[in-house]
């Protein structure tokens, strides 16, 4: 099997209503390998796009290793069961450094940098190569959807999909409603949402949706608690769990979708708001600036075995 060249899914749900049948995601880390696969897992034809090649290397294996654990689960011990789930996903994805390679989708998702000036351009290039029916998105997670479209000529059919790492995991889907989007496109992107099996919410473009808005003081507060010393991270972390039932406790989630991340945000949120709870962190800028990013870099709060 070429790994380069492909993958998806299992239980496709092919009788859906769901018009999206073609998807395409730039950006090959995480949340854009995340997104190919559950695009593909729900039958749909997917290409990653990304200029960097180990980075789809490194999608491809992700993407394999899911999909090999997801089959396990759904087919047990049936080895040949599993072999031909995963095979036949891997069907469905192709890859490719270019951009062009990918603009002949439906829906076309954008998953790269959280910094606007590389996904107004990138947006803006997308714009001028789609056919005219594509739906454009963005899974920023706290830069305005209107200021990253502001440059593009289809605000009718451009939109907010706010996906949570992990992925295929996370049943969340903040669906992000522009200005200027059209009620086709939203309800589209609502259905195919719902066709990927996400639990779909809807939030107007406000700073932070609804997640991180509320997520941001709360990570920022254990952060400076961390900072004062007032408890160790262990324990802070070990009570938001026990006290509040939350899977993770707000360090081991920073650690694992990069401290880096966790700073941009902070940033993006203090611009738009002005809230003083968004103001910068010493502890977080020092480990940021000391490349202690978390868990894709080996050590960040915590210290991870490589």
Wanted: proline residues 3%.
């Amino acid at each position: 099997m070429n790994k380069l060249s492909v993958l998806t899914r299992a239980f496709s749900s092919s009788s859906s209503l769901n018009a999206v049948k073609t998807v395409t995601v730039v950006g090959g880390g995480l949340m854009g390998s995340g997104i190919a696969q559950v695009a593909a897992q729900a039958g749909q034809n997917v290409t990653i796009v990304d200029l960097k090649l180990e980075l789809l290397e490194k999608a491809w294996t992700s993407i394999e290793q899911n999909l090999t654990r997801v089959a396990k689960k759904v087919h047990k011990d049936d080895a040949a069961k599993i072999e031909t789930f995963v095979q036949d996903a891997a069907s469905r994805i192709k890859v490719s450094t270019k951009v062009e390679d990918g603009v002949n989708a439906d829906l076309i998702i954008e998953a790269i940098v959280e910094k606007l000036d590389v996904k107004q351009e990138l947006f803006n290039k997308l714009d001028l190569l789609a056919p005219e029916h594509t739906i454009l998105a963005s899974n920023t997670s706290s830069i305005s959807i209107n200021a990253i479209g502001a440059g593009i000529k289809r605000k009718d059919r451009f939109g907010g999909l706010h996906f949570f790492n992990p992925v295929p995991i996370m049943r969340l889907l903040e669906v992000i409603k522009g200005d200027q989007i059209s009620e086709q496109t939203y309800q589209t992107m609502m259905e195919w949402g719902k066709s990927i099996g996400k639990t779909c919410i809807t939030c107007k473009d406000t700073p932070g949706f609804v997640v991180n808005r509320l997520l941001g003081p709360y990570s920022a507060e254990a952060l400076r608690m961390y900072e004062r010393g007032d408890a160790k991270a262990e324990d802070i972390d070990l009570a938001m769990k026990l006290a509040c039932g939350y899977p993770m406790g707000p360090f081991e989630l920073a650690d694992y979708t990069g401290l880096d991340t966790k700073k941009a945000i902070l940033g993006v949120m203090l611009e738009a708001t002005g809230d003083p709870v968004f103001r910068p962190i010493p502890v977080l800028d020092r480990l940021v600036e000391e490349g202690k990013l978390g868990r894709k870099s080996g050590e960040g709060i915590y210290k991870y075995e490589k």
